[in-house]
């Protein structure tokens, strides 16, 4: 449903690529010995702010999925919870694949394989993002009725972390049960977090989104952390140095895998023959601290029954700091690009898990090779 006031034409209100907003440069590529690949640097300037507007498109389709989910999870029981998801997210499905299939199958293949069946992947995805709502009105209004259960695989690592001072950097993928029930899961097993977030963290960007439809889940996510560090494009002294001290005083610091917020971020090859962008700040922050840095999944396992956290440390390779690294930016570097691959690693074994679960693919194309590209990382999430 589009609305004529919020926008005079189609082309309009139509997002504008990455090209269009950003200035990209290839800053440097890093070789990698043991590996017998590289991790490319690129650094990237906004040269078109965007106007914030006061309300987008998404805004009523998004206040009616709210309340309709809030009046599932209040009314109905849990049996039921997974079947509503997957009926709603069939009334938008053809649209869906009119718009967005073409391109999900592409990145999927350059990961996965020519044999994967991406459609049928490509519905259960539109399934779990209804879930991702419906996880929220849960928490919301579901009480004693829901108490799924939930599995944290590596703790033993983030708590030998904190036994030797220097901080620990959780830096996790974008499936969606992660953004709350990850939470809940380190706090159920005593990690306070410090969750590093942007401004407009939720389901809609617009000022009425951040006002009206983004605050409960903020308010739902605050609940399992300790403090949320929140950032913009024009405070990142501000806020690098929050985290720093977060880090020097023995804290856990959480960081979700998307780039659309900052000013760095790499690209390094990706399954088959995909490529995939990955934020360079956890692993600069982890080499210039000394900090362990972790990967860190959830998925679910029974949709509203069960899931399971994942949490695994990072390893630079023959390059891991025994320090903090302060000498030159090449060691920075060096140091990073192996951080980045081991991310790479991880992150590929878990997506072969439950890749339907998983919100943002890479590219079958490198950055440079596309001279047009909606802005890398952009999750409406």
Known sequence: MRLPWLGNSRKANRQPSSSDIYHTEITADVPVPERNESVRF????VIRP????????RDLRESLLSCFYLVVAAMLPVSWWGPMCGWVSRLRRRRHFRKEFARYDVAVKAVLGDTVDTRRMFEAQLAAVHRRRLTLAAHLVAGWRWSPAIRLVGLEGLQQAARKGRGAIVWCDQF???????KRALHEAGVDAHQVSAQYHGFSPSKFGFRVINPPLVKVENSFLKSRIVFERTDAYQVTTRIQKTLKANGVVLMTNTVYAGSAFTEAAMGEHGWTHLASAPANFAARAG???FHMATIETIPFRQYRAIVSELNAGPQAPASPVKDTTAKNLAVQAGYILSKRDHML???KLCPEQMMAWSSASRLTERP????IGDDGA
Do not use: D, P, Y
């Open 349 to 351: 074994e878990t997506l």
């Open 42 to 45: 690129f650094s990237r300037k």
């Open 176 to 182: 969606t049960a992660q953004t709350i029930m990850g």
């Open 291 to 293: 900090a362990a840095l």
């Open 372 to 375: 047009t590209e909606a802005a």
């Open 50 to 57: 965007g106007k914030l507007r006061r309300f987008s498109n």
